[in-house]
């Protein structure tokens, strides 16, 4: 008999040398033994991880792509325990792939950010320039987890990256709060190799072993580190900046992906409609100099335009 948790070891071993995701895929695998560690692997039915993922999502609100992360790191089990011939089924196989919503903006409110704060503060102060760097630079999480010293420019307040996701190298400005994060950072640094790092000294490749007991903590639902990239977005937008300028640090290839947020500028579409109606009432016509009302139509037209 072959235990979950033996596939487990030799799942959490292939994905250190082949993914980037391997400090995720150890904490998922955690909350995975939890519940199946001593079963044997080939008795899991996927109604049993199927019941699992939806009631465990449901107790931590875990979003639609979250589920289907569980789902992969499951699937990834069994497919090496059928590669070497210790299982014959993959149940994960069977298991609903959640429908994701990419287009879902959710940002970190004034309130909620204060409570996450006082979270950070409270559980891993160390970590707090890691999130001062989300908030003020809109970095995606293998950008910033990323980031080298050579990549840095403090004098000129840019960070380059030099590999994002659109493929074409960009410059994502530094303002006071990013600054003083990399200050804090420096401190812990020779200024050479990655920028975070974990306690050994090597890169740190994620921060959701912080960050996810820390909004639990802070009783913020719905809201993963990649929301942190939307607070960026949404905070510039809601501040008066246009989106074509949101566009350039948030390394967007098309604006498409800026105007999802353009939503979030109520007070600057109002006044635009505003504007108007200015100009419709600006210059009323006397109705009584004018018998015909198509010559009044007329007259009042370049007043519209």
Known sequence: MVSFAELAREALAYSKIHKRSYDDDVIRMEK?????????????????????????????????????????????????????????????????????NNARVRWLSPEEEVRLRAAVSATCPEHMPELDLALNTGLRLGELYGMEWENVNLARRVLTIPRPKNGEMRHVPLN???????????????????????????????????????????????????????????????????????????????????????????????????RLAGVITASPTDTKTSTKPEEQILGEAPHIH
Not at 182 to 189: H, P
Not at 217 to 242: E, N, P, Q, Y
């Open 176 to 274: 006071g709060p990013a600054l003083a994060a990399l200050g804090e950072l420096m401190k812990e640094s020779d200024g050479t190799g990655p920028v975070i790092r974990n306690a050994e000294g090597g890169a740190l490749t994620s921060p959701r072993y912080w960050f996810e007991p820390a909004v639990k903590k802070a009783k913020i639902r719905s809201f993963s580190w990649h929301c942190l990239r939307h607070t960026f977005a949404s905070r510039l937008v809601m501040a008066g900046v246009d989106l074509r300028t949101v566009q350039e640090p948030m390394g967007h290839k098309s604006i498409q992906m800026t105007v999802r947020y353009s939503h979030l500028t109520p007070k600057h579409t109002l006044a635009a409609v505003e």
């Open 32 to 100: 995975l033994l939890n519940r199946f560690r001593d079963r044997a692997a080939d008795s899991i039915t996927p109604q049993e991880l199927e019941q699992h993922l939806a009631q465990t999502g449901e107790e931590s609100d875990w979003a639609p792509a979250t589920v289907n992360r569980y789902r992969a790191l499951i699937s990834l089990v069994f497919r090496l325990g059928i590669e070497s011939g210790k299982v014959k089924e993959n149940p994960a196989r069977l298991v609903r792939h959640r429908q994701e």
